[in-house]
């Protein structure tokens, strides 16, 4: 999990906005640029042998050795989710492990989008979606039936419904696309006209040859919320002997066993988590490098889960523009590149080819009344660096949707935060959920990038589902290792 850095008017150092649910777990209160992995700027060890590792261990003199059925590596929202489900629907134990802590990568960088209006049923994450998208659902029900505030004060849950705007004649013959192949496969959805999507947001300009597709059942959460309640939830298992954290730890090797060669334990910076049934890597953008250092020449596996940078704009208190539901322009379903001060649209493939800025209008209000900006997408490798123009550019391409902003001088220094972080990005565009080959206790979960959120609790009930030898509710062949990757 990498670190997301939240910059503040008035701050001189940049925040890290986390809410702890264990007393117990101490919190920096700020990052550097170079962000919270002390391990990730030097080359880790190598997968060893237990002798080797105690040898180590003895000489350090510091390693604390302890034991459990599932070791998780990651705690973003994808391994936190693996844990708790694990916890709930098993009579396992769990440890969890990761450099930094909660909320420090991409789970905290993100806009909460619990959607279905930009996935295209029949596509290998159709079904994944639909049930992770459910169990929210349910989870958030379940919350409500507790008081203390609800859903909405606990998971910063609400139903604003998701508008998928369009502006051209072109983007309105795809969503009117959309809407036809959305409400084929049972979900409730809407086609708007300009006038009618005026009715529904008066603040949004979108011309008279624009048009949205509604979803009134879509949903936003607040990744701080929901990672505070999942952890709440998961440490309500430590009394019991069956969950530990093991923060600010990073993982530096794994250890096999010298008789029958089956991975036994992950070593870390200063603990040695042996794992009973299986290890999990959710590690997200990081996933690559830990599976590099992790294994030997010989199970060399090559998922090529790269970082893709994304800065989002949050405005605190903003009032010029008021928004009444989550709005996301048809060219991010695309991923679509808007170059800065231009109008000029390119290829994914260019993306990839010469790095080009992507950004595209997403707009949401969180439960504080903060209006937050996005969205950009960037191949920057693991830079921490908050780029003044691409922020503009996303103050700019806001702009060209919502007309008052165009009357508002826009410093960067008042009143905002400047959220950075690294989706994990496949090439093929769908996570790895899969057992490693030839290691058959070992787990990846990776690749959701921008849909960590949405796909996190349906990611872990196949995962618990894959771990106990279960059918899955949701197939994983479309998120298998074989046949898509070499070494």
Known sequence: MDAVIAFTSGSPSPTRFYYSASPSIRVPQSLSVCGPWRGRGRPLLALRHRSQTQATAAAAGAAEVSHHDVVVVGAGIVGLAIARHLLLHTSLSVAIADAAVPCSGATGAGQGYIWMSHRRPGSDTWELALRSKQLW???????????????????????????????????????EERTKVLSQAGIHVEFLSASSLHALEPALSVGKDGGAMFLPQDCQIDAFQAVSLIEKTNNSYSSEGRYREFYNDPAMSLIRSEVTGTVEAVQTSRNILYGRKAFIIASGAWT???????????????????PRKGHLLVLEKFDKVKLNHALMEVGYVDHQIAKPNSTHMASESSEDELGALSVSMTATVDTKGNLVLGSSREFKGFSREVDRSVVQCIWERAGEFFPAMKNVSFDIDQNTQIRI????????????????????NILIATGH???????????????TDMILGNPGKVSHSPFSIKHRFSG
């Open 137 to 175: 659902e349910e989870l958030a029900a379940e919350v409500d039936g507790q008081g203390g505030g609800g859903a909405r004060e606990r998971l910063g849950w609400m139903r604003t419904g998701s508008l998928l705007v369009g502006r051209t004649s072109e983007e309105l013959d795809t969503l």
């Open 288 to 306: 690559r490098s830990l599976l590099h250092s992790f294994l030997e020449p010989a199970l060399m596996l090559d998922i090529p889960v790269k």
């Open 421 to 440: 972080g690294h989706r994990p990005y496949m090439p093929d565009g769908k996570p790895v959920i899969d057992f490693i080959p030839d290691l058959p």
């Open 449 to 463: 990038e921008g849909n960590g959120l949405t796909l996190a609790l349906g990611t872990a009930e196949m995962v």
